[in-house]
C-alpha cells in the first residue's frame, strides 16, 4: 500500500513539475519571440535608412525562355521527321549614383533569341539555330541638379544588334537638355539638342541627323517583382523618316532564391531599318522602294520564360 501511495505522489509531483515547466517554457519562448521581432524591425529600419542613402545603387533580372522538339514519323504534319527548338535569353542591369548636387544612371538591355527548325528528310536543311530577336541598348545619363526634381543633364544612349551585322546599323545619341524626377524610380528625360550617329553599310539609305531625344524610363521592385519600362524616342529635325523610337517593357517574378517567371516585349518603329530590309533583306527584294513607298509596320517583339534576379 504505501508503495502505492509513493507511486500516485511521485506521478503527481511529476505532473505538477511537467505543467509548470511546460507553461514556463511557453512564456519564455514568447518573450524571445518577441524580442527577434523587435530585433528584426531594428535590422529593417537600418535596411531602410542604408537604401535611402545616396549612393551607388545596382541591379540585375533575366529571363530564359527555351522549347525543344523532336518527331519522327509524325505524319500528320507536312514535315514528318523534324527536330525544332527556341532559345531565347534576355538581361537587364542598372548602375545608379545619387549624390546631393548630381546623378549618374546607367542601365543596359540584351535581348537573344534563337531558333531552328531541321527538316530531317532534307539532306540541305539547315539544321543549327538561327539567330531571330537581337537587341542590345546600353544608356549612360548624368545630371546637375538645379532642384530635388529638375537637372541639367546630358545623355549617351548606343543601340545595335550582337548576333547579327554588328552595328550595321548602330545608333548612338548623345545630347543635352534636362532630366525631371517627378516621382520615385521614374525619370523623364527631355533633350533638345541632339545627334543622332548612324552607323552603316549602306550610306544611301541610313543618314545621320540632328534632332531632340525623349525618355522616359520607370525602374522598380515591390516584393518579389521586379518591372522596368523604357521608352526611347528620337525626332529628326531634318526629316520624319529619320525618326525612330523603341518601347522596352520586362517584368520579373521571383518565386523562389530568386528564380521566377519573367516575361519582356519590345516594340519599335524605324522608317530607314524598313526600307533596308525592302531594299536589301526581304525574301522578295524592292531596289525602287522609297520612304513613301514602304509599309512601315510596327515591330515587335516577346519573350516569356523562366525569370532569375541577381
Request: cysteine-free; charged content about 20%; proline content about 2%.
Amino acid at each position: 500500500m504505501k508503495k502505492v501511495v509513493f507511486t500516485l505522489i511521485t506521478a503527481l509531483t511529476f505532473i505538477t513539475v511537467s505543467g509548470q515547466t511546460i507553461e514556463e517554457l511557453k512564456s519564455e519562448q514568447a518573450t524571445k519571440k518577441d524580442s527577434v521581432a523587435d530585433i528584426q524591425s531594428r535590422v529593417d529600419a537600418l535596411q531602410g535608412q542604408i537604401d535611402a542613402f545616396p549612393g551607388w545603387k545596382k541591379g540585375a533580372f533575366g529571363t530564359i525562355g527555351a522549347n525543344l522538339s523532336g518527331f519522327s514519323n509524325w505524319y500528320s504534319q507536312g514535315k514528318p521527321n523534324n527536330s525544332a527548338g527556341n532559345i531565347g535569353v534576355t538581361v537587364n542591369g542598372f548602375a545608379n549614383l545619387d549624390r546631393e548636387k548630381f546623378f549618374w544612371r546607367n542601365s543596359g538591355n540584351i535581348n537573344l533569341q534563337w531558333v531552328k527548325l531541321d527538316n530531317k528528310d532534307v539532306a540541305t536543311d539547315d539544321d543549327s539555330f538561327s539567330g531571330t530577336t537581337d537587341v542590345f541598348t546600353i544608356s549612360s545619363l548624368y545630371g546637375r541638379k538645379l532642384s530635388k526634381n529638375f537637372a541639367i543633364s546630358g545623355l549617351g544612349e548606343y543601340r545595335t544588334t550582337v548576333l547579327n551585322n554588328f552595328n550595321d546599323p548602330g545608333y548612338l545619341d548623345l545630347g543635352l537638355g534636362a532630366t525631371w524626377t517627378p516621382i520615385t524610380d521614374l525619370v523623364v528625360v527631355i533633350h533638345p539638342l541632339n545627334y543622332n550617329f548612324v552607323f552603316s553599310k549602306n550610306d544611301a539609305i541610313y543618314e545621320s541627323s540632328l534632332g531632340a531625344k525623349i525618355v522616359a524610363d520607370y525602374t522598380r521592385q515591390i516584393g518579389a517583382v521586379n518591372f522596368k519600362t523604357n521608352f526611347s524616342t528620337f525626332q529628326s529635325y531634318k526629316s520624319s523618316d529619320l525618326s525612330n523610337w523603341t518601347w522596352i517593357n520586362s517584368l520579373g517574378y521571383t518565386l523562389w532564391n530568386g528564380i521566377g517567371l519573367g516575361f519582356e516585349f519590345g516594340l519599335r518603329n524605324n522608317k530607314q531599318e524598313a526600307l533596308d530590309y525592302a531594299v536589301n533583306k526581304a525574301p522578295v527584294l524592292d531596289p525602287t522602294a522609297t520612304f513613301e513607298s514602304i509599309d512601315n509596320e510596327i515591330q515587335s517583339y516577346w519573350l516569356f520564360g523562366i525569370n532569375y534576379a541577381f
